[in-house]
C-alpha cells in the first residue's frame, strides 16, 4: 500500500509500504476512505520533536472494514468506523471514568500511520465506532473530523466548564481552536471571544458562534480581553495551540476561580508563580475522543453541526508533502487527504 512517511524535518514521501494484516484477534483492518494532516504532525515536521528514523504519520482516520480479528464481537466488515486517535478497550477504569485515550492499555494510533491506504485498528470493540450506514461523500470530512480536531476542540470546552450564560475566550484559530468555538456555542456559551489574525478563519469562526475576534497577542490580548469581561476575564478560556507562550496567554486571559481547558501539546516551561496566583482551574491533556463520538456521530449526521468545513485544502494521498507545507505556510487550516 502507499503511505506517507517522515524521513526528517520538512520531508515527507509518499512510499510503499506493508499492507497491515491482523496481528492480535482484537484487531481490525480498515481500508480508509479519508486521512488528513494535523497539526500536532507539524512539531516532528519542523524538526521541534526529533525524528530520527523514517517514520509512517497520521493519527486521523475513517473508512470500510476489511477484516477483524476472532475475539472482534461488535465491528463487523463492511461498516463505516471512526476512532479515535488513541486506540482504547474502552473497558478499563480509566476508560468507564471517560478518559479512553488514558487506557491502560491504550496504544497510539501515530505509531501505526493511518495517512496510507489501510491500516491496522487494536482494541477494535474499543477504539471504532460505526456509523449508522455507509455515509455519503459530502458527510466523510465531518466524520473525519470527528476522529479527532471536533472531538479535542469539545474536550477543551468540557474542560474548561463551559456552560450556558459563561464567557469563553479561545486561544488559537486552527482546526481544534476553531472546533472549540463551535462546540463552546453547542455547549451553550453566552459569549465566545476568539484570539485570531486570519480574516478566513475569524470568517469560519464568527460563522460557528464567536461573537468576538482580538487579534492582539500576549500582554495587549491579555488586556482586551479584561476590557470585555469588566476587568475579570473570561470565565472559560481553550487553549489549542501547545506553545509557552498561548499558554500564558490563557492563563492571563481567565478570571480568578475560572477554567482553562488545554488540549495544545504544551512545548516549554512555564512560570510556577504565574500558575499559582492565577487562582485557575487547569484540565487537559489528549483528549478522549472516544467518550464524545456517538453523540458527535449523531450530531454529524442529523446535520446539526458542519465540522468538516475546517479542512479548505483538499489533495490526493500522493500530495501530502503539498498538504504539510500548506498548513506550515498557514496556506490551509487543515488538509484533507483523498484516496
Not at 2 to 13: C, E, F, K, T
Not at 178 to 193: H, T
Request: hydrophobic fraction near 40%.
Amino acid at each position: 500500500m502507499r503511505g506517507a512517511i517522515l524521513h526528517a524535518a520538512y520531508d515527507v514521501r509518499v512510499e510503499h509500504r506493508d499492507d497491515p494484516t491482523i496481528i492480535e484477534p482484537t484487531d481490525a483492518i480498515i481500508r480508509l476512505s479519508a486521512t488528513c494532516v494535523c497539526g500536532s504532525d507539524l512539531w516532528p515536521y519542523r524538526g521541534i520533536e526529533a525524528v530520527t528514523d523514517p517514520c509512517p504519520m497520521g493519527h486521523e482516520y475513517v473508512g470500510i472494514v476489511e477484516a477483524v480479528g476472532h475475539d472482534v464481537a461488535t465491528i463487523k466488515p463492511g461498516q463505516f468506523v471512526i476512532g479515535s486517535f488513541f486506540a482504547s478497550d474502552n473497558t478499563c477504569e480509566i476508560c468507564r471514568a471517560g478518559y479512553q485515550s488514558s487506557c491502560i492499555h491504550r496504544e497510539l494510533m501515530g505509531l501505526i500511520g493511518t495517512q496510507a491506504e489501510y491500516a491496522r485498528v487494536p482494541l477494535a470493540d474499543g477504539t471504532l465506532v460505526a456509523t449508522p450506514e455507509v455515509p455519503s461523500a459530502d458527510l466523510i470530512p465531518s466524520f473525519l473530523a470527528a476522529s479527532d480536531v471536533l472531538g479535542t476542540g469539545w474536550f477543551g470546552a468540557v474542560a474548561a466548564e463551559v456552560a450556558p450564560g459563561k464567557t469563553v475566550a479561545v486561544v488559537g484559530d486552527g482546526a481544534v481552536g476553531l472546533l472549540g468555538v463551535l462546540a463552546a456555542k453547542q455547549l451553550g456559551a453566552e459569549r465566545i471571544i476568539m484570539m485570531s489574525r486570519h480574516e478566513p478563519r475569524q470568517q469560519m469562526a464568527r460563522e460557528f458562534g464567536a461573537t468576538d475576534i482580538i487579534e492582539e497577542r500576549g500582554d495587549e490580548g491579555v488586556a482586551l480581553i479584561k476590557e470585555l469581561t469588566g476587568g475579570f476575564g473570561a470565565h472559560s478560556v481553550i487553549e489549542a495551540v501547545g506553545t509557552r507562550e498561548s499558554m500564558l496567554q490563557a492563563i492571563g486571559s481567565v478570571r480568578p476561580g475560572g477554567h482553562v481547558g488545554y488540549v495544545g501539546v504544551t512545548h516549554g516551561e512555564l512560570p510556577g508563580d504565574q500558575l499559582f496566583f492565577s487562582h485557575a482551574h487547569l484540565h487537559g491533556g489528549p483528549a478522549p475522543v472516544r467518550r464524545f463520538l456517538p453523540e458527535h456521530i449523531d450530531l454529524i449526521a442529523n446535520g446539526d453541526i458542519n465540522p468538516g468545513r475546517v479542512f479548505d485544502l483538499t489533495l490526493p494521498l500522493d500530495q501530502a508533502a503539498e498538504g504539510y507545507r500548506a498548513m506550515d505556510e498557514r496556506r490551509a487550516i487543515k488538509t484533507l487527504l483523498t484516496l
